[in-house]
């Protein structure tokens, strides 16, 4: 896919309606198939403390069959840490996670966590997997993901996205400022910055639109759709919506 605005698509959710009845069906392998045939450019997946979507044979599985890269989503504990220095992914985006939450629901907090945290990355860099930190789109956080060697952020995009399902313009337009500024700011520090989070066919379009933003991951909507008209066909959507977005971007700002 030749457009400088990645796509990750977060498989975890094929997970979870395979588990609600047990057994095989639906398969997040080939969920990952149908995702890269559509154009993702790659895989997320989050191994969770409890194992309430995607299970250690998924990663396995997942590992052995994938042609692009993947991303896994984990906690900074030391369990996570083996694991991810066993397959060694190309990315680690480590998260925060709530045993009782429904889904990640704030970012990390690195400027507090910074000591323990800059273990988990020394540890995944010196295996080669490049480290994202979750966080909110907030300075602090960019300087202390920044100070602890983090290459990579992904900027929590869910306050926006939810300000907008709630019809609340104003809102919807301080938290997408928020994010905006937060990508050219970790643009200008030297960081890689990706986004994702609640992102929908109607909220993708002002994300994409950011320049400095490299990379969405998207999952929850995506699989949702995927009932009503098939995952390929939302991905395919999801993506000509970001492209359509960023060239209208690019060109705006350069008319
Ligand atoms: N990025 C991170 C770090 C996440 O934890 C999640 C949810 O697993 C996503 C992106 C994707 O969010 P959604 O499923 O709402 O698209």
New binding site residues.
């Given amino acids: 896919m030749s457009s400088d605005l990645r796509l990750?698509v977060?498989i975890?959710?094929v997970a979870t309606i395979r588990n609600a009845r047990g057994g095989g069906h639906p398969d997040p392998v080939r969920a990952a198939r149908a995702a890269a045939q559509a154009g993702a450019d790659s895989i997320?997946a989050?191994l969770r403390e409890d194992r309430r979507h995607i299970g250690d044979n998924d990663l396995i599985r997942l590992m052995e069959a994938l042609d692009l890269p993947l991303t896994l989503?984990m906690a900074a504990t030391d369990e996570m840490l083996d694991i991810a220095l066993r397959h060694c992914p190309e990315t680690v985006?480590i998260?925060p996670e709530k045993r009782e939450e429904r889904?990640?629901e704030g970012g990390l907090d690195v400027a507090a966590g910074h000591n323990h945290l800059t273990r988990f990355v020394e540890a995944l860099s010196s295996s080669r997997v490049i480290v994202?930190m979750?966080i909110e789109p907030d300075p602090r956080q960019l300087d202390a993901s920044r100070s602890i060697g983090a290459p990579a952020v992904?900027l929590?995009?869910?306050a926006y996205?939810e300000a907008v399902i709630a019809g609340d313009d104003r809102l919807a337009d301080q938290e997408l400022a928020r994010i905006t500024e937060a990508s050219r700011y970790g643009a200008e520090i030297g960081l890689e910055i990706?986004?994702?989070?609640?992102?929908?066919f109607d909220t993708v379009g002002p994300v994409a639109a950011i320049a400095e933003i490299v990379e969405l991951?998207?999952?929850?909507?995506?699989?949702g759709e995927a009932i009503f008209g098939g995952l390929e066909s939302a991905i395919i959507r999801m993506r000509s919506l970001m492209d359509k977005a960023r060239a209208d971007a690019a060109g705006s700002a350069s008319a």
């Fill in positions: 990750g977060n975890d959710h997320v989050h989503e985006c998260v889904t990640t994202s979750f992904e929590h995009t869910g996205c990706h986004a994702g989070h609640g992102l929908t991951n998207i999952g929850h909507f995506l699989i």
